[in-house]
């Protein structure tokens, strides 16, 4: 097999991987700030456009990279989320500059990361060898641990620290499982690249040593369930997004997380795949369940703006993994849906979480009040984002957060009487703090922000769009990939 | 593949678990870098027996940059860094040693009770090797949790890391071994800078969950 056969989606998928790598490289040399911030928006824009094309045509899977009906979802909405967020960045990062958080120096630094970071992801996804997967996770991770303590705070290298440390434990227990799964290849397929392949591995799962296969889930639901986010391995989660710049905090939240769920669910594809191993499902949802019920009641007891947003980071991870635990066309249709929803809600709020923090000058939410009165586009846009992230209708999470405790409801009464009741509990915590902080009369800073609207309301628009019609071919897209993932 | 094959590779792997051990018992600063580095010896020569013994010489360049990286470079810096910041004092357990040394036996037993009935198929090479692997994870994982100085869990994790190529090589032919042991001395590299450039000096026993609360805004 070569790398990749051949024709025109060859080259695309080629020039998602170059692009994020060659902008990383430029933006690394290059000094002034400017153009930086512009540069990266167009890397960006071209990888999105790029990933835009893989819809029209896709290449042949190879040894090394991939493209299929699950990865395809993540990628285009990996490069979406990417490009909206370098908008933000740039917005974000000149307020940065003008209060001498961040120094040019730093600045360059921050702009190579974040397109390292776009690689490291993009890799991971289009990856089709196990080995190279926990490479590029592997890579993202460190990207994001440099940037998260970027600002040399002592609470940021603390936060960095720690989520290096548990970061790190997490993904040497994946490459443990990894080294289990060519194992149990290894004596059906024979040695060598065919026995890390996703193609080769999904084929011949059937046939793997059930043990084997069953010991290794365990450990690569521990190591990337660490970075998922899931209780009790979500510890370095709040910290990392506290501490870090804003845009990192959405980059997190919305994409790394997904980008962990995302090998986990190919490797649970591969233990439903081998009928005498054990079932993956009770493993995902008791996880996902324990995440959602504890995150929740966490909710009640923040007092950092950007931390409220990190737990509930953990609750919707949460609900995803319950998602795909429970498995089954509706379920799963609901979990890629739910999960497509959360990122491009909870980016939304990490967009004007920042410049509400830069506007008011902290991350305290007792400090923060009226916004809506003193900022009304940033107040009404974080209103918005908090009402669709808590699931009330008409916004689009309310529909997929619907249809995963009705499909529990009819297969699990009392789980989904748990799932319920936890969601209220966090719709309860989202909107007592949405109170303090939109309404009331204004407190502290009410200088102008500065701020760029449209990734915001692009992000909002496209998620109240979802809750009130879905387009058929989406959804039809969506009901392919939930049955591959049977 | 002949008996005294095995055996080596086996006495290496072995090996390996018993400085493990040796790592938890360790009290002060540069003993435990010593003992760190003789881990570190142990599995590149783990490692240059599998490439010797599989016909794999890609196995080699792991193996040197175990020699060298972890060996030589990292406990170098380490002992630096440690005689420069004046921490170079006795190592603060959380729990006793002797507690630490019963549960490290207690997870050597468990490893070998769950791989060995499961990798009856996996041939006698990977066999031995991933029970001894996996204890020398879990060991690992231990000293990660039973130390509170921020060094003592990068030693910690380092073994955790040896642990990982032992498994990895004692998988024979499987690919990428090198470009993982690559990523991995980055990662190892980036913990060492992190410590000595970030100065997470004043902090630097403190780097364990009790003081980690202070900063996490949840002070009234």
């Known amino acids: ?486 | 593949m002949d008996q005294l094959a095995l055996d080596v590779a086996h006495l290496f792997a072995g090996g390996l678990v018993l400085v493990s051990f040796m790592l938890l018992y360790q009290d002060r600063m540069s003993g435990l870098l010593n003992i760190f580095a003789l881990h570190a010896l142990v599995v590149s020569f783990s490692v240059a027996w599998q490439a010797y013994i599989q016909h794999a010489p890609h196995l080699y360049i792991t193996a040197a940059i175990a020699l060298v990286v972890k060996a030589v470079v990292i406990p170098l810096a380490l002992h630096r860094i440690i005689v420069r910041l004046g921490i170079h004092r006795t190592i603060e357990p959380v729990v006793g040693i002797g507690l630490t040394m019963l549960a490290g036996i207690g997870l050597v037993a468990l490893s070998i009770m769950v791989m060995l009935p499961i990798t009856a198929e996996a041939g006698t090479l990977a066999r031995e090797d991933l029970a001894f692997a996996l204890s020398v994870i879990l060991l690992g994982l231990l000293m990660m949790i039973s130390r509170r100085n921020a060094v003592s869990q990068v030693i910690g994790f380092m073994s955790i890391e040896n642990g990982l190529i032992l498994a990895a090589t004692g998988a024979k032919g499987m690919p990428l071994v090198v470009e993982i042991s690559v990523a991995f001395s980055i990662l190892i590299a980036l913990i060492v800078i992190g410590i000595f450039l970030f100065r997470i000096r004043e902090r630097f026993d403190s780097v364990d969950i009790h003081l980690l609360h202070e900063h996490r805004g949840e002070q009234p």
């Not at chain 1, 045509?57 to 990279?65: K, T």
């Not at chain 1, 040695?191 to 996703?198: N, Q, R, S, T, Y």
């Not at chain 1, 191993?277 to 923040?302: D, E, Q, T």
């Open chain 1, 1 to 486: 097999m070569s790398p990749f056969v051949g024709e025109a989606g060859a080259f695309v998928v080629g020039a998602i991987l170059t692009i994020p790598a060659l902008g990383a490289a430029v933006l690394a040399l290059l000094p002034d700030d400017r153009t930086s911030g512009r540069i990266n928006v167009l890397a960006t824009f071209l990888t999105f456009g790029c990933a835009l094309a893989l819809l029209v045509e896709r290449p042949s899977p190879g040894a090394f990279l991939i493209v299929d009906d699950l990865n395809i979802v993540f990628i285009v909405l990996s490069t979406f989320v990417g490009f909206t967020t370098s908008v933000f960045s740039g917005s974000y990062i000149a307020h940065e500059l003008e209060t001498g958080r961040l120094t040019p120096a730093y600045l360059r630094f921050y702009h190579a990361m974040y397109q390292m970071l776009m690689f490291g992801m993009n890799l991971a996804l289009l990856s089709n060898n196990v080995g190279l997967m926990w490479v590029a996770v592997e890579l993202a991770t460190l990207t994001t641990v440099l940037m998260v303590g970027i600002y040399r705070t002592p609470a940021a290298l603390e936060a960095a620290w720690k989520y290096f440390l548990l970061g790190s434990v997490g993904i040497a227990l994946a490459l443990f499982g990894t080294i289990l799964v060519y194992l149990a290849a290894r004596s059906v397929v024979g040695e060598g690249l065919d026995a890390m392949a996703w193609s080769v591995l999904v084929e011949h799962a059937p046939d793997f040593d059930p043990a084997l296969l069953n010991l290794s889930f365990v450990f690569l639901l521990l190591g990337y369930g660490t970075k998922v986010g899931l209780v009790p391995m979500h510890a370095w989660l709040p910290d990392a997004h506290a501490e870090g710049p804003t845009p990192i905090s959405a980059v997190l939240s919305g994409l790394l997380l997904n980008v962990a769920l995302f090998a986990v669910l190919r490797f649970k594809t591969i233990m439903s795949a081998n009928p005498a191993a054990l079932a993956p499902g009770p493993l995902m949802v008791s996880l996902g369940l324990l995440s959602v019920l504890f995150a929740s009641f966490m909710l009640y007891r923040r007092s950092d703006i950007k931390r409220l947003f990190a737990y509930s980071s953990i609750e919707h991870m949460g609900i995803i993994t319950f998602a795909f635990g429970m498995g089954g066309p509706l379920a799963n249709f609901a979990g890629l849906l739910h999960m497509t929803l959360h990122s491009l809600t909870k980016s939304a709020i990490f967009f004007c979480v920042g410049h509400i923090a830069q506007v008011k000058g902290t991350q305290q939410m007792s400090e923060i009040r009226g916004l809506t009165v003193s900022h009304p586009v940033l107040g009404w846009g974080l209103a918005l984002g908090v009402v669709a992230i808590a699931g009330l209708p008409p916004m689009g999470i309310f529909m997929s957060e619907f249809l995963i405790v009705t499909s529990t409801f009819a297969r699990e009464p009392l789980l989904a009487v748990v799932l319920g009741l936890s969601l209220l509990v966090a719709l309860g915590a989202l909107l007592l703090r949405l109170n303090g902080l939109a309404f009331g009369d204004p407190h502290g800073s009410s200088a102008p922000s500065k701020a760029s609207f449209l990734p915001v309301y692009a992000h909002l628009g496209l998620v109240f769009g979802a809750g009130i019609w879905l387009p058929p071919a989406i959804v039809a897209w969506f009901q392919h990939v939930a049955t591959l993932l049977n």
